[in-house]
């Protein structure tokens, strides 16, 4: 049994930081990627960033001057430091991640998700 567990959403006002935090346990041989991934009433849900293994980073161009991904390999955890919050990024964050419980047996995962809102 594998679980992603965020943490970190709330209310914040516009211009507010927040740090998600998303924490994998249970059989886990190794992880491949981990991401972050939004989704509003509505609509599909979109990309937000990636980082692998090596912390190779990939984020949606509309993100990465405000947003960090980061990660932390020895806790199986990633993060997302949020800046300048616009209150067009009020939506439910989901953490996504590769991973294999052993060799070739690779999947993908889900968090349950943790809603960001931002507003005054």
């Known amino acids: 049994q594998v679980q992603l567990v965020e943490s970190g959403g709330g209310l914040v006002q516009p211009g507010g930081s927040l740090r998600l935090s998303c924490a994998a346990s249970?059989?886990?041989?190794?992880?491949?990627?981990m991401g972050w991934y939004r989704q509003t009433p509505g609509k599909q849900r979109e990309l937000v960033a990636t980082i692998t293994y090596g912390g190779r980073i990939n984020y949606a161009d509309s993100m990465k001057d405000r947003f960090t991904i980061s990660r932390d390999n020895a806790k199986n955890t990633v993060y997302l430091q949020m800046n300048s919050l616009k209150t067009e990024d009020t939506a439910v964050y989901y953490c996504?991640?590769?991973?294999?419980?052993?060799?070739?047996?690779?999947?993908?995962?889900w968090g349950q998700g943790t809603q960001v809102t931002v507003s005054s």
């Open positions: 249970g059989n886990i041989f190794a992880i491949n990627f």
């Open positions: 996504n991640a590769e991973i294999l419980r052993t060799i070739g047996d690779r999947r993908n995962y």
